[in-house]
């Protein structure tokens, strides 16, 4: 006979710890993320969920009861980078790379089958792109696009078809079935190239100083001296020292808590200010090449059209981000693009300008005033949008092509000021083929509105970089 009083009851439903089924946005770990404060969550690049409950504007998230993780290292769990990181122990999706820095990635391993997915020129297209030595004895590379069947299935070759991406990336790691060569070896760089976290601490923007060691002198700005530093002794870091009557600082203070959580991964990472003392400090992200302009005049010679073009690419991916955030930089321009270690570049100095004491600088009279940089409607209405960024990136597109040549460099400002306001335009430079000259030249149109976004910028340099011949 059973003594049923002894019976066990059966176990409660299982607690969902970070939320899951409570219609919270799941999420899962790109890279392994150590927490600095108390309040930070360390994250494992591990198939683990969390719940993303809480959102500052753009730079971190929430979550429950657990703490802070930046938002950049996370990404919602349905997505093919989140899948591409459970596929396999390596990752193969490569978000915001381009083609020539996959060859460049693909070359520097030199491994058999090694591959990369990356985001294609079209949205939501994706583009396998695989090294072989099968073809030549220095190595090839083949770029093959994932296409959709009439069914809706995904497919790389026409008789293999699979419901999702990386059942794709499965199967041909196993077959090469119409292929080179096989995929033998994921090259994703999401490991060893982790972002730039929108802070130390992922919720704070304040920096104590004495948390900064300062070491050689990288150059001067606007506001004045560039440092490297380490903050922690740990972090290399760029710490801009304001020298004092060169800024609206207390205005400036108040803006630097948006600029902070503005991340992207071709944006130079503001990380926080040191505002108790004077002078006033700024830590950013440091770039070990430095300002682009001086990059270009030192070593554009050695780069490929195709490096060029990536380059562009970059700054237009910046901008975009900056433009879908209703965020106008206002100065871009090469000497405020930085380059870092894998000639990577970012979009520095973005809204500076607004915070300048200097009637030299932000009037268009004034003789530091960018007006090579500058569409009519800023010269003169001092009238800005994202359309006038976009004629400015049209200038570092020339600058890029042009090997860092100063724009209409034997004409004075005035000069400048009637060239531009009759219709004359920068020339072609003899680098850029005649398709990247009109992308060039349509970013100059008289009116803002004739001008095109920044979105539609890339999708054209996306399609240049797929399609080079």
């Known amino acids: 006979q059973v003594d049923r009083s002894r019976k066990k009851l059966p176990l409660p439903p299982p607690e969902h710890e970070d939320g899951e089924g409570d219609g919270l946005p ?15 969550l360390t994250l494992k690049q591990v198939p683990r969920e ?9 730079s971190c998230v929430s979550v429950r009861n657990k703490g802070f993780i ?11 980078e989140a899948n591409s990181q459970r596929a396999t122990t390596k990752p193969w999706y490569c978000k915001n790379i381009t083609r020539t820095e996959a060859e460049q990635l693909l070359r520097q391993e030199g491994k058999e089958g090694g591959f990369v997915v990356r985001e294609s020129s079209q949205k939501s297209v994706y583009t396998v792109s695989v090294y072989t030595r099968t073809l030549s004895v220095t190595g090839d590379i083949r770029h093959y696009q994932i296409k959709l069947s009439d069914t809706g299935q995904f497919f790389l070759a026409e008789k293999h078809t699979f419901n999702t991406i990386p059942e794709v990336i499965h199967y041909h790691e196993h077959n090469a079935a119409g292929l080179v060569t096989r995929l033998r070896y994921p090259v994703g760089p999401m490991g060893r190239c982790a972002p730039a976290t929108s802070g130390f601490s992922s919720e704070k923007w304040e920096i104590n100083p004495s948390e900064l060691t300062f070491m050689k002198e990288l150059g001067s700005g606007q506001f004045g001296v560039v440092r490297l530093g380490k903050w922690r002794a740990q972090h290399k870091v760029a710490i801009k020292t304001i020298r004092e009557g060169s800024m609206y600082e207390e205005d400036f203070i108040e803006e630097a808590k948006v600029m902070m959580r503005l991340c992207h991964p071709k944006l130079v990472q503001l990380y926080g200010v040191c505002f108790q003392q004077r002078p006033l400090l700024i830590v950013a992200e440091f770039m070990e090449n430095g300002c682009l302009l001086n990059f270009l005049r030192q070593r554009a ?3 490929t059209e195709a490096w060029l073009l990536s380059m562009c690419q970059d700054v237009c991916e910046g901008m975009e981000y900056l433009e879908a955030h209703s965020f106008i930089h206002r100065d871009l321009a090469a000497r405020n693009c930085l380059v870092n270690e894998q000639s990577m570049v ?8 607004r915070y300048v004491l200097d009637n030299q600088y932000t009037s268009s009279s004034g003789a530091k005033f960018p007006v090579k940089w500058s569409p009519p409607e800023v010269l003169h209405y001092s009238k800005y949008s994202s359309k006038s960024d976009v004629w400015s990136f049209g200038v570092v597109m020339w600058e890029i092509y042009s090997e860092g040549r100063t724009p209409f460099e034997n004409r004075s400002n005035l000069d400048v000021v009637n060239d531009i306001t009759r219709g004359i335009r920068l020339y072609r430079p003899h680098r850029a083929s005649q398709p990247l000259y009109a992308i ?29 011949d």
């Not at 799941?26 to 930070?40: G, L, P, Q």
């Not at 969390?50 to 753009?58: G, H, L, N, T, V």
């Not at 970012?346 to 300008?353: A, L, Q």
């Open 301 to 303: 010679r050695g780069l």
């Open 440 to 468: 060039m030249y349509r970013c100059w149109h008289e009116r803002p509105q004739g001008r095109p976004t920044f979105s539609e910028l890339l999708e054209e340099i996306r399609k240049l970089a797929e399609n080079p």
């Open 50 to 58: 969390y719940s993303q409950i809480e959102s500052e504007k753009f």
């Open 70 to 80: 930046p938002s950049n290292y996370v990404t919602e769990k349905n997505r093919i």
């Open 346 to 353: 970012k979009v520095s100095d973005f809204g500076m300008t």
């Open 26 to 40: 799941m999420v899962v770990a790109m890279y392994d993320f150590t927490a600095k404060e108390s309040t930070d």
